[in-house]
């Protein structure tokens, strides 16, 4: 199997003819259910290069790396955070889960709860959903936008389009500043949404992940769908690509998500710092002290 092929397939950095219903959430670029073994031994294989680069991340501390996941609900968030990240050192990593905004969050900016938590230099960034539910539930559901605080004059019919704007502008700053950006979008089908709600109504143990506001939000998935094509089309970039991942088959959607972060590290040229002359004598003179002992 080519990877690069196969990532090329999802990768969307120019959103001009980007159009949501020509990505299949069931794709598996072709490989069959027999094939979930050894997507398992992949996977483990990009788990282990991904701790590898991220200790060189974390050791060059030049470049950081945000990582955006969204999704509709049970599309399978958690699991691919916990599945791709697991043999990563947590030291380097930070997951933020974006929830309802406070009263205070909502006193100021919607990029400002966001960019507080980008990632530093040298550590990799997660956002378990992110600034993007600004033009996603937001939108779908008008009425939110009216308990923002904004001037009357600035809600506008422009302001998708404007907010687009800003969020183009946020990811190009942060690519500027040595910040990587990589999006996924977990592209679940209505159908197998619905298979994942009814399973977790069924056992016990997930009871705990269902809510009746998820089989309340069906009801709009046409325009959550209409939602996230546009803001797609609107913020996919060369310095901020998509990635519109299938996401019917969870070792399929796992197998993708962690060979991109590979690939995304793999492009910053990343490599442990120089040790110059000076220091090299210092750790000679280190090493005939700590032998003296």
């Known amino acids: 199997m080519k990877i690069e092929k196969m990532l090329k397939r999802y990768r969307v950095d120019d959103g001009k003819r980007f159009r949501l219903k020509d990505y299949d959430p069931a794709d598996t670029h072709g490989l069959k259910s027999e094939f979930k073994k050894e997507a398992k031994d992949l ?19 030049r470049w950081g790396l945000l990582v ?31 929830k309802v905004p406070t009263t205070e969050e909502l006193s100021h900016g919607y990029l400002w709860r966001t960019s507080q938590q ?13 600034y993007y539910e600004e033009v996603l539930v937001v939108r779908v559901h008008p009425e939110v936008l009216a308990n923002e605080k904004l001037p009357k ?18 990811e190009r700053y942060l690519t500027r500043n ?5 999006k996924f979008f977990l592209n679940i089908s209505r159908k197998e949404q619905k298979r994942r709600f009814l399973d977790r109504l069924d056992t016990p143990e997930k009871n705990w992940k269902f ?9 709009f998935w046409d325009a ?10 609107a913020t996919a970039s060369e310095f901020a690509p998509w990635y519109v991942v299938p996401a019917d088959h969870k070792w399929f959607t796992r197998l993708v998500v962690a060979q991109v972060l590979v690939d995304e590290l793999k492009g910053l040229d ?18 005939q002290q700590l032998e003296k002992e």
Not at 69 to 84: C, N, P, R, S, Y
Request: net charge negative.
């Open 68 to 98: 955006i996941l969204q999704a509709m609900d049970a599309a399978g968030k958690d699991g691919t955070i916990k599945h791709v990240m697991s043999g990563v050192n947590p030291q380097g990593v930070q997951v933020t889960s974006f």
């Open 43 to 61: 996977l483990a294989d990009g788990v282990q290069e991904l701790s590898r680069l991220q200790d060189t991340l974390a050791a060059q501390d």
């Open 178 to 182: 040595g910040i990587a950006v990589v």
């Open 118 to 130: 980008a990632p530093a230099r040298g550590r990799i960034g997660i956002f378990n959903r992110s």
């Open 211 to 219: 809510s009746a506001s998820d089989a309340k939000e069906r009801e």
């Open 224 to 233: 959550y769908q209409e939602a996230y094509e546009d803001a797609i089309r």
């Open 153 to 170: 004059r600035l809600m506008t019919r422009e302001i998708w389009e404007e907010r687009y704007e800003d969020i183009k502008n946020f």
């Open 270 to 287: 990343l490599e442990y710092p120089k040790v110059s002359g000076a220091q090299k004598k210092a750790l000679a003179e280190a090493r």
